[in-house]
């Protein structure tokens, strides 16, 4: 076989490049659509409203919802309200924290509003069954209770979030005997614990044990060992009976939870908020 002059082959090889510059792109595009298009191809996909939030540890539920509810200005109940004369609505919020209706209701992994009555009675019942409420407090029914859905938000995290739902005494039962009765509490709208809670009650301050009724509820919770907390300005506290405990959070942060009991009217209530 001969082989081609050089004067020749150069010619010929600078004209099959600059044909595959122009040409062999286009070409090479044209062959991978023809492998791609016209092809289904499943891809798994988070479902829509999923992964808003966070997986937070029960501390750090615990710390966010607190310092939440201590970015408002809040009735802690009947005789707090009284005593505070602060009303019955949310102040405006301030600073890195914030408590807010939410409005658009639960996402879908939520405890939603029909189950919440009956999430709250099965709550109520293991509190009764570890000691931490008396035996003989009533169960909540959808007629005599307001439930409210919010979320508590680490403003500058906002990743960071916590849904709970609030069950109060509806206004239309405020003259009714209240006695054995739950007043207020906050549950968590994923797992239902509660987080807060305010109960009428027969019992009185000396039949209450608050050291073990703590570490009750700290086991309830999934928190660690409650430490007795010695409150800093005892003049904040509207209760006359109740003891303070504090619980580590994540970045040396802490919670104060309180033990407390309004003489009078014999409610007991335990609260993270000031």
């Known amino acids: 076989m001969k082989k ?34 016209d092809v289904i191809y499943e891809v798994a996909t988070e479902p829509e409203g999923e992964g808003y939030r966070y997986r937070l540890s029960s501390s750090e539920k615990l710390f966010i919802l607190s310092e939440c509810l201590n970015s408002q200005t809040l009735p802690e109940s009947e005789q707090s309200a009284l005593t505070n004369n602060t009303g019955a609505g949310y102040q405006e919020t301030g600073g890195t924290y914030a408590f807010v209706v939410n409005h658009r209701g639960p996402s879908g992994r939520e405890i939603t509003s029909e189950q919440i009555y009956s999430t709250c009675n099965e709550g109520l019942e293991t509190l009764k069954e570890l000691g931490i409420l008396p035996a003989e407090l009533k169960e909540v029914e959808p007629s005599s209770y307001d439930a409210t859905l919010y979320s508590a938000i680490d403003v500058p995290e906002p ?31 994923d797992d239902g614990k509660i987080y807060e809670f305010y109960v009428r009650t027969a019992l009185h301050w000396e039949d209450i044990d608050p050291d073990a009724l703590a570490g009750a509820w700290a086991g309830y919770m999934g928190l660690g060992a409650a430490t007795p907390y010695e409150t800093e300005n005892p003049l904040l506290e509207t209760a006359s009976s109740y003891q303070k405990y504090v619980f580590p959070a994540n970045g040396g942060e802490k919670t104060i939870v309180t033990i407390g009991f309004y003489e009078g009217i014999n409610e007991l209530f335990l609260k993270i908020s000031k």
């Open 159 to 189: 990743r960071n979030n916590v849904a709970v739902w609030k069950l109060s005494l509806a206004n239309s039962q405020k003259n009714a005997n209240k006695e054995n009765r739950l007043i207020d509490a906050y549950l968590d709208a």
């Open 4 to 37: 081609l002059p050089v004067r020749v082959a150069a010619p010929c090889l600078a004209v099959c490049t600059v044909v595959l510059s122009v040409w062999g792109p286009e070409a090479l595009t044209v062959f991978r659509d023809q492998k791609i298009l």
